[in-house]
């Protein structure tokens, strides 16, 4: 079956405009997770979303990062007024309702912000 | 605080050889352990998991992983290496109150030499 697609695959926008990242999970996953990774590094967790409401927004690095889910299935990231250090690779997950389920990811998108 | 560490950025290891990628945790409760891997250029793939039960779970392409209660650990092994596993792998955990956000180690590379 299809697994966890994001686009666009690339993005490179200046530094002030606003930005939006697509997620589409595995059919029938509820459970769906936004993460960073700049090089070299871990992933920084971002954002996690069961069903459409979002218990867990901790990891969302500033006001200007917001993200929705409708449907209990696309999911979009916005970034508003980008910064350089917002550059980075910006990774979906979805997993199935247990706590124990794995979580399946997407490509990624690689932000790029001149 | 609930963490996770890989105290090794990278591991070098000949062909045939055996491996290990070290991880240990300390969180609240009992852990859901996860180890993932990051091949050059491809997405991040759920590799095995402990819940509960066996101590030692088996995983995708031959690795496996014993759970260590008493020296809260995770290490990642495999009995014979190929240059094929050359990647990035990151452990992960979570707790069972921990509204399934996992909380990631910094990630091991791992060079397989010919």
């Known amino acids: 079956g299809a697994g966890v697609s994001q686009s666009p695959s690339n993005k490179v926008t200046e530094k002030g405009k606003d930005v939006e990242l697509r997620c589409d999970p595995i059919s029938g996953h509820t459970a769906l997770y936004w993460y960073r990774q700049s090089l070299g590094q871990g992933l920084e967790f971002l954002i996690y979303f069961q069903g459409n409401s979002a218990p867990d927004k901790s990891g969302l690095p500033s006001d200007r990062f917001s993200a929705e889910r409708t449907g209990g299935s696309v999911s979009t990231l916005t970034i508003q007024r980008t910064q350089q250090e917002d550059s980075a690779v910006y990774l979906c997950a979805s997993s199935s309702r247990t706590s124990f389920s794995e979580q399946y990811f997407g490509p990624g998108t690689r932000l790029t912000v001149t | 605080a609930q963490s996770v560490a890989q105290p090794e950025d990278q591991v070098n290891v000949a062909e045939g050889n055996p491996l290990t990628v070290k991880c240990t945790y300390s969180v609240s409760g009992n852990p859901y352990l996860f180890w993932y891997v990051q091949y050059p250029n491809r997405g991040l793939q759920f590799l095995l998991k402990?819940?509960?039960?066996d101590n030692l779970v088996k995983g995708s392409y031959g690795f496996e992983a014993e759970f260590n209660k008493s020296q809260t650990s995770f290490h990642l092994k495999k009995p014979s290496a190929l240059v094929s596993d050359s990647a990035l792998y990151f452990c992960?955990?979570?707790?069972?109150?921990?509204?399934?956000?996992?909380?990631w180690g910094l990630g091991t590379s791992l060079a397989v030499n010919p």
């Open positions: 992960a955990v979570t707790g069972a109150g921990n509204n399934r956000k996992l909380i």
């Open positions: 402990y819940i509960t039960g």
